[in-house]
Nanobody, 127 residues
Framework: QLQLVESGGGLVQPGGSLRLSCAAS????????IGWFRQAPGKEREGVSC????????NYADSVKGRFTISRDNAKNTVYLQMNSLKPEDTAVYYC????????????????????WGQGTQVTGSS
């Protein structure tokens, strides 16, 4: 059974930081592009960031550039999303998703690109 599990969400004050983890089981993460998405109440799911299988290429939504950093540790079969300077508008359920490395990286911001999704972890950036 292929599975992605997110963790690390929580409640932080505006300006605070969180580090999300996306751990893979049932497959080797080395061969997959990973994307982070989020969905706030009443809003459409939106792409946040994505990273190539090697970690050599990354992409960020304009709303998080300069504040969020995606990285991966393939030896640990895990991808991370470091979130700094959190804002109330960052409040959402965050999901990670995977697609084989043969996929076109330029499509990594689109949810339709991905085959497997985690269950999500709640991030709340509010007082």
């Amino acid at each position: 059974q292929l599975q992605l599990v997110e963790s690390g969400g929580g409640l932080v004050q505006p300006g605070g930081s969180l580090r999300l983890s996306c751990a893979a089981s049932g497959f080797t993460l080395d061969y997959y592009i990973i994307g982070w998405f989020r969905q706030a109440p009443g809003k459409e799911r939106e792409g946040v960031s994505c990273i190539s299988s090697s970690g050599g290429s990354t992409n960020y939504a304009d709303s998080v550039k300069g504040r969020f950093t995606i990285s991966r540790d393939n030896a640990k079969n895990t991808v991370y999303l470091q979130m700094n300077s959190l804002k109330p508008e960052d409040t959402a359920v965050y999901y990670c998703a995977s697609t084989p490395r043969g996929s076109m990286f330029r499509l990594c911001e689109l949810s339709e690109t991905y085959d497997y999704w985690g269950q999500g972890t709640q991030v709340t950036g509010s007082s």
